[in-house]
T-cell receptor, first 110, second 118 residues
Framework: KQEVTQIPAALSVPEGENLVLNCSFT??????LQWFRQDPGKGLTSLLL?????REQTSGRLNASLDKSSGRSTLYIAASQPGDSATYLC?????????FGKGTLLTVNP | GAGVSQTPSNKVTEKGKYVELRCDPI?????LYWYRQSLGQGPEFLIY????????DSGLPNDRFFAVRPEGSVSTLKIQRTERGDSAVYLC????????????????FGPGTRLTVL
């Protein structure tokens, strides 16, 4: 059974700082690793999807990496902004079923 | 274009009552998923539809939970004899299912229905 763990549970940083969110998973036979953002009272917004054959994906200030052999993924956020404040969820997926971590609550202080 | 929509956004019911939660996926998406998110937790998989059929319902907690997708578009999650432990946010997602054998699609999530059982 896939288990996903996210560290840290919460993170508070000053605006402009670069930061890294960590995600680990127990079953390396994943089809994909997906990072989502969730704002309070809202649904999930997909940020980056890394297929099992890929090592990383980039979108703007976000970069996500995947190391299946070690069961780890990281989400790097460059030059953080107050608008980045949200909960970030990592999910390891079969071809259809996503298993989520509990998330990292990020606060970027102006 | 329009995203995934879910109705109602909030539902308050009494213990023992029956509720229905509706999901309208993105037009043309053949795959539809239901997840449940309890406070402070990540979403947990409930059921997956490919077209009209439930391809995997292994995440449904018990036989009080049932979901349908009769025409391969809108889906309804039905909960009988609700219990206080059913209180959670129920999330629906859809995807186009264009991935290859060892790939998968981005899942697009709706805003969720917050269910409160008193």
């Amino acid at each position: 059974k896939q288990e996903v763990t996210q560290i840290p549970a919460a993170l508070s940083v000053p605006e402009g700082e670069n930061l890294v969110l960590n995600c680990s998973f127990t079953d390396s036979a994943i089809y994909n690793l997906q990072w989502f953002r969730q704002d309070p009272g809202k649904g999930l917004t997909s940020l980056l999807l890394i297929q099992s054959s890929q090592r990383e994906q980039t979108s703007g200030r976000l970069n996500a990496s995947l190391d299946k052999s070690s069961g780890r993924s990281t989400l790097y956020i460059a030059a953080s902004q107050p608008g980045d404040s949200a909960t970030y969820l990592c999910s390891g997926g079969s071809n259809y079923k996503l298993t989520f971590g509990k998330g990292t609550l990020l606060t970027v202080n102006p | 274009g329009a995203g995934v929509s879910q109705t109602p956004s909030n539902k308050v019911t009494e213990k023992g009552k029956y509720v229905e939660l509706r999901c309208d996926p993105i037009s043309g998406h053949t795959a539809l998923y239901w997840y449940r998110q309890s406070l402070g937790q990540g979403p947990e998989f409930l059921i997956y539809f490919q077209g009209t059929g439930a391809a995997d319902d292994s995440g449904l907690p018990n036989d009080r939970f049932f979901a349908v997708r009769p025409e391969g578009s809108v889906s309804t999650l039905k909960i009988q004899r609700t219990e206080r432990g059913d209180s959670a946010v129920y999330l629906c997602a859809s995807s186009p299912m264009t991935g290859g054998p060892f790939e998968s699609d981005t899942q697009y999530f709706g805003p969720g229905t917050r269910l409160t059982v008193l």
